[in-house]
């Protein structure tokens, strides 16, 4: 092996939250801004993780809307305020490995 090169690490199954965790931080990291603050975007973040590993229709936006409003705890943000954050976690769910996604 070559200075400098590294080898990819296979993801286990129990590394499941290591991925959307990082993906988490990172994507924070570049929407954090004014007032956004983790303790409000963090909810949104577990929303989407939850909704996708349920496989809740993403066209439902009436029913998403009222079930963010009844887990989204100490969040400040409206429905209308994470949605794009969500949708966007959503996308990067979908690229993610199954296992890393889905194990228990």
Do not use: I, K
Not at 66 to 80: A, T, Y
């Amino acid at each position: 092996m070559r200075r400098g090169r590294h080898r990819r690490r296979q993801q286990a199954a129990g590394e499941v939250a290591q991925d959307f965790v990082q993906y988490s931080l990172a994507d924070y990291s570049r929407r954090r801004r004014g007032a956004l603050r983790w303790p409000d975007l963090q909810p949104a973040y577990a929303f989407a993780l939850t909704t996708h590993a349920a496989d809740w229709p993403r066209d439902s936006e009436a029913e998403l809307a009222e079930h963010w409003e009844q887990v989204r705890g100490g969040s400040r943000l409206r429905w209308e305020q994470v949605r794009d954050l969500v949708e966007d976690a959503w996308l990067a769910l979908d690229r993610m490995p199954v296992a890393a996604v889905h194990a228990r």
